[in-house]
């Protein structure tokens, strides 16, 4: 017992402080450890099978769309790296810098990639010549480097994992649509499968990617009421076409630069689900990205037909992932392992049940027991588990519905920002200098323009001059 | 016309020119396009397609024995480098050094992981307290970089894919039990699914993994005769543990150290696939591994139904991967692209064909052209890709076994290994001076001492003292 309490103890509470809470979650559910290099984490395997469920339905849903895996090399050379202007002016301030091969200095310097655009337009101009070749749609799953002062586990880390999309079309209209339709796939997909609701808009200029044209992105808020960035996608137009003279020719052979897209999403996203769902006893995983959905928990294990009964209902469940817990802990033990890990539903089961012919199956959610007759587990484990999704996408549209706000001067915005969390609907001239005023008086950044615009007020939140937007406004991850 | 002769005629023949014929293969098939980065290539579509079905089912075999999948930073300190002797002996000389990040020059330069055993040593030393947390069998999927003054596709690059294996265990049997077990794993693969025969065995003191205690390997033989290293699992006894300080308390509460293990197979398999399998009409896929496994070339195609034809036998075939060509390419064409890529069988479907309610089904290893009722079209196509998979392991057997000798003395050896390409059988004694000296006469290296011994004769091939083993002996990649 003395160990159980520990377990729970050594959580910080939400409340009292939400950093903590975090960082305290990611290490006792064994997501991540810490590593001897500054910045860097080691993904732990409960972590990285999080990482893999993503990766597999991301990467089924990106190939439905058409697009096809590559890998492109680890490293950019400085030279590569200039070639576009504004994207080389945000990335080279943050890029690690290889000089050294074996003992021999290099004549031209090696960033490790902080993104591969430069690298994908280095390889489409080699490939693409005619409308034939049109068009390309490559992605590939790596890991990328950008060199961050303050770091913390999934949210900001030097090396992070991702996938980054990168297209090439022939016309504007093309490879505008291609941006929104990846924007979606990445919306739907936390939607659906990680029960986290999002907001979809486009970004300031202030905020868009270096060297895009327009940089689209999925907003979601998280417990504490602050917005993470959770998915970008990024229309080029032929900025980097003409930087690296990426042409073809069409059908009447003339001569066309292409039009470029590129999209990612990045282990960032398991920070989301930690603070979207998780509670005071740990994580709580949305059933279709859980790596266990169920943990069987047996009650009295040592009692004669009890652990036969558990791996009974164990085989009986077999289409979903579960797993028996017949280690030598206590019951409580296991109970708070399992809210800890976040998995989705346990099943007790007992001498008293066996008894009765049942189970009962606790969820990890609400906490609520249900009495389950063991003839019909199969279909009442399915029902419960489908519940518990559409509950939790339920209850983080709530929360972040409850915590929205509008405000249509700067005292109404400075009133809410410094008493409530949460995101700010307000209208917008779409001036650089009120976003920056904005930021310098609240510490709230633009979230995006969303795509669902309202109509607050006539004029800008902050210069009062005609509006020419709707924007979310908020502190941010 | 113009454009099928020239597809054909750009590949050198393998008579002609080995190497030339390999590096034809791997740009024609689109497996390969060479980068801006020196020693770096990036991997298409069609070659990465490779890499993901090795990966999916080697992945799948190593959870079968337990192992669990995670990541470990892209950065080794270099202090954590230098902390096992013999293995940064071995590994300094040829890292990538970063020295910046950003404007800032690092206090201890990082390097890019060439293999990950000291990360994995100090993440273990940090979780290991307990017998009870033993074993780990850990593993990740990433790339690693090591800086190769002349490089080749897949054989030899500055960054490759692999996977690498590190595994923590109570007792040095378990840790050797582990190493032998994981290198049967490797050699399985390879036989089922690549239909490569694999020569199983331990290297020789020399050729061992840096801070290994004993190194085993997977060598294969090229079309051209010469061997390569497919695989290697390396028992690292408690050499590093002690490095590392790794150790748990057993049973009777007395600190001990770990025994570990470390396995990779990385893309260089690749190369494997191409170099046993492929001919001059380019790759051979078995068709357990090959990406697309039929292709289906309609003859005719604007003739009235062969179109819908052709697409009602892809449907037929959906338990196998199978596309339709329909381009406006002539079938010619689409014959030699289908031949260049190795796609196991193509599927013709012409008008006359249609009349018969038959479809031509041509191998791609033999060219045997197998005239098909449609009626039972998924039968035979499925009997037809199980003999090309077994027929393709067969034929590469039988070439290793024609292509390997036996020699008992210095004459004989550098009579074989000056005329006949191939492995030679030979005993030796062990002695890191006669393993020298047969390098330096005859450009061979002890490929391994195989599991499987033979006794060609008494006496050390070299010296003529007393043999201790048998060895294979052969140039190699």
Not at 64 to 89: A, C, R, W
Not at 111 to 122: A, G, I, K, N, Y
Not at 340 to 347: A, D, F, L, T, V
Not at 409 to 436: L, R, S, V, Y
Request: proline fraction near 4%; charged fraction near 30%; charge should be negative.
């Amino acid at each position: 017992m003395a160990q159980e309490k520990k377990l729970v103890e050594e959580i910080t509470s939400m409340e009292a402080d939400f950093a903590q809470w975090y960082t305290d979650v990611v290490k006792k559910a064994e997501l991540i450890e810490y590593s001897s290099v500054k910045g860097c984490m080691i993904i732990r395997p409960y972590g990285y099978a999080l990482w893999e469920n993503i990766q597999r339905q991301l990467d089924a849903d990106f190939k439905d769309t058409g697009v096809e895996n590559v890998y492109m090399p680890l490293f950019i050379p400085e030279s590569l790296l200039q070639k576009e202007k504004d994207h080389v002016e945000g990335f080279a301030p943050e890029v690690a810098w290889v000089t050294h091969g074996g003992d021999e200095k290099l004549q031209d310097r090696l960033c490790v990639r902080p993104t591969s655009e430069t690298l994908f337009c280095d390889f489409y101009s080699n490939i693409i010549q005619s409308y034939r070749d049109l068009p390309k749609l490559y992605n590939q799953w790596c890991s990328v480097v950008r060199w961050e002062k303050t770091t913390r586990p999934f949210l900001r880390s030097t090396e992070f994992l991702w996938q980054e999309g990168h297209t090439a079309h022939a016309t504007e209209e093309e490879a505008n649509e291609r941006t929104i339709q990846m924007l979606n796939v990445y919306a739907d997909f936390c939607e659906n499968v990680l029960a986290i609701p999002m907001i979809k808009g486009k970004k300031s200029d202030k905020e868009k990617f270096a060297g895009a044209e327009a940089t689209y992105t999925i907003e979601a808020m998280m417990h504490d009421g602050k917005a993470l960035q959770s998915g970008t996608s990024h229309d080029f137009g032929d900025g980097f076409a003409k930087a690296f003279d990426i042409q073809y020719t069409d059908k009447n052979n003339q001569l066309q630069y292409v039009h470029q897209t590129s999209w990612g999403m990045s282990t960032r996203i398991i920070g989301a689900i930690i603070m979207v769902h998780g509670d005071n006893s740990g994580l709580v995983l949305p059933p279709r990205i859980a790596p266990i959905q169920a943990m069987i928990i047996p009650i009295a294990q040592n009692k004669e037909g009890v652990l036969d009964k558990a791996y009974e209902i164990k085989n009986k469940l077999k289409d979903f992932k579960v797993r028996v817990d017949d280690s030598e802990k206590t019951p409580g033990w296991k109970f708070s392992e399992q809210e800890m890990r976040g998995i989705p539903i346990r099943i007790e089961i007992g001498p008293k049940d066996i008894e009765k012919n049942q189970a009962v199956v606790v969820r990890r959610d609400t906490r609520e027991k249900i009495f389950v007759s063991l003839d019909e587990i199969e279909i009442k484990v399915e029902e419960i588990l489908e519940n518990m999704q559409f509950d939790m996408l339920s209850r983080a549209k709530a929360h972040r519905d409850s915590h929205t706000y509008s405000a249509k001067n700067m005292e109404e915005f400075e009133q809410i920002i410094n008493n409530k969390p949460g995101f700010i609907k307000a209208m917008w001239c779409m001036d650089q200098d009120c976003e920056k005023e904005i930021k310098d008086r609240t510490g709230a950044t633009s979230r995006c323009m969303p795509f669902e615009q309202e109509h607050i007020d006539d004029n800008c939140v902050c210069c009062n001059k005609p509006a020419k937007t709707m924007a979310y406004w908020g502190k941010a991850y």
